[in-house]
């Protein structure tokens, strides 16, 4: 949906989870990002000490970060230290007292609330040992895969029995007594429930072999050179401010947008007609501002997995003889390079007619997305509606199978039934 001239820099929040990571090293505890503590939740960093201490770490960009974050409650019991990461600009005075303060940027980091050394609360043996054994075994997935992107299926791990990059059941009941937990067979039972529940990166592929992505025509000699961005990212490169990159990207673009920079292509941002700030107020929950969505699509990459979606795009009446460039993308390979970021929706998350109801929770990585559920009710044409990558996808080109240049009915006539 994006053209992309330059490498992107990373968001706010995954600059102060690299400053805070390298801070930690300094204390001796090694840290990993985004990491699934139970089904459902997932922290922005979880670090573990030499003595075995759990943290956790949630790192916010600004203020509607922090006040859009409705599960952080429900960490405390999966760590023995809690805290917020802001920068320098945050007003810290709303952060709840109890919890812990660091103070980041993308290079370092410094604890202005809490003790290094004290443990605040108990954690159960069976927890802390469970969290250990996921924590292990999430960091071994995340180097293989580093070191082998393309591992074949069969040399997976079983994941229905350790669920290394997938949810492991919750303890309840005595665990939360401080009791003695019994590790029987029932556990595993659960977890492999939930794997048929849960969906994997292979379900993707297996079902949608082939995405598409939908850029402005003429935008692919840029995009194979530099990569595909968010309109976040590409603004960004362009070096734009702070308030120019707001004023696009935190409200509706009732017609589409021309940029430009010296020495650098010209690039266009797509209009969101189909979006409009009364709609996405019915569908938003009243915590959540329209210009906080408008901000958070924007900050991602989209592709349709079906060709049904990418007709219904192409042939609106919006776009009726504007020239387009389709990019058909090879989902494998997709998930290849960018497995830690892609995210799943089940709607279309830029279209309010209906306005469905949605909220920022929409997005989900592959562990968190209900796909047999979601295919149960809607069949597999929709049981996904779009394939998100955060931010952006620097190595495009591995993954591009074929593009088609032209109008709607040029691009839908090359393509196969």
Not at 118 to 124: G, L
Not at 224 to 252: M, P, Q, V
Not at 276 to 296: C, F, H, I, K, N
Not at 308 to 320: G, H, I, W
Request: aromatic share 8%; net charge positive; glycine share 6%.
């Amino acid at each position: 949906m994006f053209i992309t001239p330059m490498p992107a820099r990373q968001d706010t929040g995954r600059r102060l989870a690299r400053g805070v990571i390298r801070y930690l090293r300094h204390l001796d505890f090694v840290a990993i990002e985004e990491f699934s503590p139970a089904p459902g939740l997932r922290v922005d960093v979880m670090a573990i000490g030499p003595k075995g201490e759990i943290w956790i770490i949630e790192c916010k960009s600004g203020l509607a970060d922090f006040r859009s974050d409705r599960k952080w409650q429900r960490y405390l019991e999966y760590c023995e230290q809690f805290f917020w990461a802001v920068n320098e600009d945050f007003p810290r005075d709303v952060l709840p007292p109890n919890t812990g303060l660091i103070l980041a940027d993308a290079y370092d980091a410094e604890i202005l609330r809490g003790d290094p050394g004290a443990p605040h609360r108990q954690m159960h043996a069976a927890r802390r040992r469970k969290l250990t054994l996921r924590f292990a075994r999430v960091a071994a997935d995340r180097l293989t895969a580093i070191c082998d992107p393309r591992v074949p299926e069969h040399l997976s791990p079983d994941r229905s029995r350790t669920g290394s990059s997938y949810p492991v059941p919750e303890e309840t009941g005595a665990a939360d007594r401080n009791e003695p937990v019994q590790e029987d067979a029932s556990s595993t039972n659960v977890a492999s429930s939930l794997e048929g529940i849960m969906m994997r990166p292979e379900n993707l592929w297996q079902n949608y072999p082939k995405l598409y992505h939908v850029a402005w025509g003429g935008s692919w000699p840029g995009i194979k050179e530099r990569g595909l961005l968010s309109a976040k990212s590409l603004l960004r490169s362009y070096g734009k401010t702070d308030e120019e990159i707001a004023a696009l990207t935190r409200a509706r673009r009732g017609h589409w947008v021309e940029i430009f920079c010296p020495g650098g292509p010209r690039a266009v941002l797509r209009d969101q007609k189909p979006l409009t700030d009364g709609g996405l107020r019915s569908a938003l929950p009243d915590t959540v501002e329209p210009w906080q969505w408008y901000d958070l699509i924007n900050s991602m990459v989209f592709f349709w997995p079906t060709k049904a979606r990418l007709r219904t795009m192409l042939e609106a009446p919006a776009y009726k003889g504007v020239k387009h460039d389709v990019l058909i993308i090879d989902a494998k390979t997709l998930v290849s390079l960018e497995l830690s970021r892609i995210r799943l929706s089940r709607m279309n998350s830029g279209c309010t007619n209906p306005p469905n109801s949605r909220d920022t929770n929409l997005f989900k990585r592959f562990e968190d997305y209900p796909f047999e559920e979601t295919r149960r009710k809607r069949g597999l044409k929709g049981a996904v509606a779009e394939v998100c990558v955060v931010d952006r996808v620097e190595n495009i080109k591995e993954a591009v199978i074929d593009v088609k240049h032209g109008s709607a009915g040029e691009i839908l006539a090359e393509l196969p039934h």
